[in-house]
Structures are given as structure tokens and as C-alpha cells.
């Protein structure tokens, strides 16, 4: 029997979202069936419903969740009824070429759910492959990771996603280290959780920039030694300033624009790593003289996911969390119903909050 429930739904491109009663299925094999409790408000939601993700249109929206698993299809094993989980956008298959190759956080071929949830009979495309600004939602088995239960879910979800990106965008691909020198471009959901990341494994120099003074005293909240205010001040000279004349180790862009990657690419000391988390749209370009990518040596990466395991992560960081060592609560700027996801789009858009999280 599919499940009748209430949900966000971006309809098309550019209209405010609605909410709409949709069908979800009952778990088949390799499925598991999930009750959110709670799902955060992240930027990649917006890029959905202005289209600049693709036009696949409608979207059901929401990917930043933790709940609790309703059912599971006959063969599944990883989760049961009545776990306690984070949904992941990255379930890796374990088959592909570059899960082969023992590098499954680049999996080419993650898992999703088989059945469609509909919406009057038309499929709907759920962000990201999870779609949690519902009351249920239907994943891959893989995508739902089980982790300690006396975690808030508000707090817990915010790991599905941004939070995730931005530590691991740190720790994984900026491969972060002690004493290594980081900056970071942007300090929202992602940008500050990078900030987390870069002091969890012992940089020793944080440098938070942003055009938003508000995200500039969260950031220093967050562990940033140093910040630097982008709308008054050039980014790459402060930077330098602060770093001996020579640029950070590694400079992470978590905004999704080719000036500010750009600004990134100029503020990394020799051979450094410059990491691209920010998503950008399908028409935006950069330009660097050819000779500074030689010249300057090191590495340009992209962080997709912060480059995680979520079997291997995600229990971990709630681990740490619960023994008060990451505080994923002071990413929780306000918690909000299902029928007000339109305006936590515009809070965003107004730089006003970390994250709006619906608890269902
Ligand atoms: N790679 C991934 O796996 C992944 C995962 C989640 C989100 N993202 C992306 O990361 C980006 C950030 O997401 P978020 O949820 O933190 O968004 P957000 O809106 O909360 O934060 C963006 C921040 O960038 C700042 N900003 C805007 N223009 C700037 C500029 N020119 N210079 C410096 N700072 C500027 C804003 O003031 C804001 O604080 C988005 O593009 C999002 O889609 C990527
Ligand atoms: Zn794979
Ligand atoms: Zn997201």
C-alpha cells in the first residue's frame, strides 16, 4: 500500500515551492522506507527550484535529514524498522571502477531508490535522490546510515549534508593537517563546518572570509583564528598578510562562484591545495593564466560529498558530537515547519541563518 504524505514540491523553475500530498511506495528489494523527523534547508535545495541543477521538473525537495527507518525491502540488512538514521546522498555500489580501484568515497554509481514517488501520478525527481521535505521519503537501503540514537535529529540530519561537505572538504580532500594554514571562502552551513573540520584535525592558522559580517563572528564561533570581511577588504592581500606573505596551505572555495575560486586560487601558498565545494551553475567559467596553475605547483580539487564514507563517517561524527567535540547545534540557527521551507529559502538568500531546519 503507497503511503499518502505531505511534502515540499518546486513545481517549476523559479516559483515558489508548494505543498502537495504525493504517493510513496512501500520498500521493494534493496529499499528502505523512512519517517523524517527532521531535514535542514540547504543552499543545493534552492539551486534545485531555480533550475540550476537540471530541469527535471517536479522536484521533491529536502536531502539534509535523520529519521527513523519505517521498513526495509525483504533482502535488506544494513538497517531495520525502528533505526535511527542519517539519510546520504552517496550510497556507493561497491561494483564500479573506481570502487574497484578501493576509492568508493569517488564511487561512479551510487544507489538510489528503484520505485518513483509521484505526485498525481507524475514521477517526481527527489533531490539529490533522498527528497525529505516529506513526512516519509523512499531510499536505497545504502543511503540510510544508522548512528547513535541519543543524537537531536536537527543536529543529526545537518550531517546528511553541508555539514558533511564542509568537514570533509577539510579533512578528506584539503587532507587538513596540524599545523597546516586554511582559508576558507564563504562561511555559511558548509563554509563553517569547513572552519570545524580545518580546527578537528589541527590547522594551526583558520582564516574565515565572507561578505557578511554576521558569518564572520559565526566563523570565529566556528574556530576561525583570523577573518577577513571580502566586501571592504581584497581577500588575496589579507590573506598573505596574515600568512607570512606566502598564502594558505589550503584554501577552500564553499561559495560556487569563478571570482571567489579565483580569489581561492591566489590565496594558496606554493604547491597548496585549492578545494572547489561550492557547487556552481552549468554557464559559469574561470579564468587563470595558465602559467600560475604550473607556476604555483600543489593541486585543484573538487569535494564532492567532503569526499565521505558514510558508514565510516557519519557514526563517527556523531560520536564526536555527543562527546561535545563538534557542535553541530550551533549550525541549527532556527528549527521550522514543513510549510515554511519558502521562507527559509528567502532567510538564506538574506544571509540571515546557518541553517533552518524542519522538524517533522
Ligand atoms: N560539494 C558538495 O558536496 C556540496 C554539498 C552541499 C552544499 N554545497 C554547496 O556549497 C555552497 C555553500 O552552501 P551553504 O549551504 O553553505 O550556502 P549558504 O548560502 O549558507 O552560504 C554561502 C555563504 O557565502 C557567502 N558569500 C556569497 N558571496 C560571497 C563572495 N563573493 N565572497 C565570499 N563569500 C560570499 C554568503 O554570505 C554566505 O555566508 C553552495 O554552492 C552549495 O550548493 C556543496
Ligand atoms: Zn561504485
Ligand atoms: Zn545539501
Redesign the pocket.
Known amino acids: 500500500m503507497p503511503h499518502s504524505v505531505r511534502a515540499v514540491i518546486a513545481r517549476a523553475q523559479g516559483e515558489p515551492v508548494s505543498m502537495e500530498t504525493i504517493e510513496v511506495p512501500d520498500p521493494g528489494p534493496g529499499e528502505a522506507l523512512v519517517a523524517v523527523k527532521a531535514c535542514g534547508v540547504?543552499?543545493?535545495d534552492l539551486?534545485y527550484r531555480e533550475g540550476a541543477i537540471n530541469d527535471e521538473f517536479p522536484f521533491l525537495l529536502g536531502h539534509e535529514a535523520a529519521g527513523i527507518v519505517e521498513a526495509v525491502g525483504n533482502d535488506v540488512t544494513n538497517v531495520a524498522p525502528g533505526d535511527f538514521v542519517i539519510l546520504n546522498w552517496r550510497a556507493v555500489c561497491g561494483e564500479c571502477r573506481s570502487c574497484k580501484r578501493g576509492r568508493p568515497w569517488y564511487c561512479f554509481a551510487t544507489h538510489n531508490a528503484t520505485q518513483k514517488m509521484t505526485l498525481d501520478g507524475v514521477e517526481l525527481s527527489p533531490a539529490l535522490g533522498i527528497g525529505a521535505f516529506a513526512e516519509k521519503t523512499l531510499v536505497a537501503a545504502g543511503q540510510a546510515t544508522k548512528v547513535d540514537p541519543s543524537a537531536s535529529p536537527e543536529a543529526a540530519g545537518l550531517i546528511g549534508?553541508?555539514v558533511?561537505?564542509?568537514l570533509g572538504?577539510a579533512m578528506n580532500t584539503g587532507g587538513v593537517g596540524r599545523g597546516d594554514s586554511v582559508a576558507v571562502?564563504?562561511?555559511?552551513?558548509?563554509?563553517?563546518?569547513a572552519i570545524a573540520g580545518a580546527r578537528l584535525a589541527g590547522a594551526h592558522t583558520i582564516i574565515g572570509?565572507?561578505?557578511?559580517a554576521g558569518?564572520l563572528e559565526l566563523a570565529r564561533e566556528f574556530g576561525a583564528t583570523h577573518t577577513i570581511d571580502?566586501?571592504s577588504e581584497d581577500?588575496v592581500e589579507a590573506v598573505r598578510a596574515l600568512t607570512g606573505g606566502n598564502g594558505v596551505d589550503v584554501a577552500i572555495e564553499?561559495?560556487?562562484?569563478p571570482?571567489?575560486y579565483e580569489?581561492a586560487f591566489f590565496a594558496r601558498d606554493l604547491a597548496g591545495t585549492v578545494v572547489?565545494?561550492?557547487?556552481?551553475n552549468p554557464t559559469m567559467r574561470v579564468d587563470l593564466p595558465m602559467i600560475e596553475v604550473f607556476g604555483r605547483g600543489g593541486s585543484l580539487k573538487?569535494?564532492?560529498?567532503?569526499d565521505c564514507l558514510p558508514e565510516r563517517d557519519f557514526p563517527m561524527l556523531i560520536d564526536l558530537y555527543l562527546q561535545g567535540r563538534l557542535d553541530l547545534d550551533r549550525f541549527v540557527s532556527e528549527t521550522i515547519a514543513l510549510d515554511e521551507v519558502e521562507e527559509a529559502f528567502h532567510r538564506?538568500?538574506r544571509?540571515e541563518?546557518?541553517?533552518s531546519v524542519v522538524v517533522l
Open positions: 540547504c543552499h543545493t539551486h549534508c553541508g558533511m561537505a564542509g572538504a571562502f564563504g562561511c555559511g552551513g558548509v563554509g563553517n563546518a572570509i565572507d561578505i557578511d558569518k571580502s566586501s581577500p564553499a561559495v560556487g562562484r571570482e571567489v580569489q572547489l565545494v561550492g557547487v556552481p573538487s569535494s564532492w560529498y567532503g538564506m538568500e544571509g541563518v546557518i541553517r
